[in-house]
């Protein structure tokens, strides 16, 4: 069974590629929605802005009719040779396990790793899952756990919602925003974005500016909505929090980023500003029902700001990092 690589996949590949998704899905669905065929396409088609990314798959026998039953997809974030770990996600048909397909679709995608001189690469894996052992067999080890939650909207009280906005810390204001952020507040936000740097080790780039327009481009691309919201201070971004609205405003929305200032933390800013998002979602995207998001295990405040809201342990995640060198070459 060869591995090929996917420059410019034809329209059956990526139904193929979608059917692969579909099957891992069915097979260990951990509380997330199926994947959207639409999303699968728009994601091989186009790379996300600031990043490039390279395709590969292996079709099986005449058994499998000679269609795609394992998938590898690497995302390369900035320039070629950037100081930033690749990003891999491996997928192979339950069926077709355990006959070293992901393990030579991991050669593959180490060769492109070297090509494009990275060394280090991460892939977010579910806990209790084949990945765990499949990644620490081939030279990863785990750098994060991160637990996801899940907020269902029809379960968060309106009093509550309403008991948290009236709780104003003193001397900020609140402000909105839909997709990229107005220029006035451009270079603040790109600083409220900093004070993340603690809990966001991978984080090459330092923000600015271009930075936080190019990930609201990123969002736009993909046909989502970015929504935020932000506790000022004067002109200063004391706290943010971000919201991903899937295309249509339906279904399960994706929290983003949430930041307090170092100086401005301990003032219930960082629940302030989430309950506003969730009233404002409530006003704007009725259709969305639920909200997911991924916390570092070790962030105990942002833990008990979104137990206090109501979200709920789904499922946990486990990031893995590995030394390019130590990744199998191509042929072994
Ligand atoms: C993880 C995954 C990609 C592995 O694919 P695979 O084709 O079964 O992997 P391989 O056959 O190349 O396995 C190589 C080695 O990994 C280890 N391994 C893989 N699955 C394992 C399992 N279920 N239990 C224990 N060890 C396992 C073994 O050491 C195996 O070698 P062996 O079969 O000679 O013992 C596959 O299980 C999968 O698609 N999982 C769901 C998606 C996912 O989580 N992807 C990971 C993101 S990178």
New binding site residues.
Partial sequence: MDVIALEDPTDAQIREWHSVLAA?HA??PAGDPAPDPERTARLLLGAEAGSRQRLWAAAGGPGAGGALV?V?ALRLPGEPGADRPGE???????E???????????AAAAAGLRADGRSSVI????AG??????????GFECVLTLRGMLLRLDEVPAERVARLLAEAPAGYRLVRWKGAVPDEHADALARAKHAMADFAEYEGSPWDAHRVREMAEIVAKRGDDLYTVAALSGGVIAGFTEVVVPAGCAGRAAQYDTAVLPEHRGRRLGIWVKAAMLRWLGEECPGVREIETDNSGDNAHMLAVNEELGFRLERESLE?QAAVSALPATGS
Avoid: K, M, N
């Fill in positions: 891992v097979a260990e394992a590898a891999i996600d491996i997928q192979v048909r339950p077709h396990r355990r006959r070293g397909l992901g393990g030579r679709l991991l892939a977010q894996v579910l899952t084949p990945a765990v052992p499949f990644l620490e067999s081939h893995y």
